[in-house]
């Protein structure tokens, strides 16, 4: 089964970026997450949005 939910150095790992900055990221809102009694998780769908803003935002410049 395809997991759904990522922790945050999973999430991070995946970007290929710091945990640091995906918290930041998260902070600002550029990336969703969800918390489960207390734990953060990253949806892998919060991944794939955040790359096509990107992409776009890149095809746009």
């Known amino acids: ?3 759904l ?8 790992e995946a970007l290929a970026i710091s945990r640091s900055k995906l918290y930041q ?3 600002t809102g ?3 997450s969800i918390r489960i009694d207390g734990s953060r998780r990253i949806p892998v ?3 794939t949005d955040y790359i096509t803003h990107l992409t776009r935002k890149e095809v746009a410049v």
């Open 45 to 47: 769908a919060a991944l």
């Open 30 to 32: 550029a990336v969703s």
């Open 25 to 27: 990221l998260l902070a």
């Open 1 to 3: 089964m395809t997991r």
């Open 5 to 12: 939910l990522l922790t945050v150095p999973e999430a991070a």
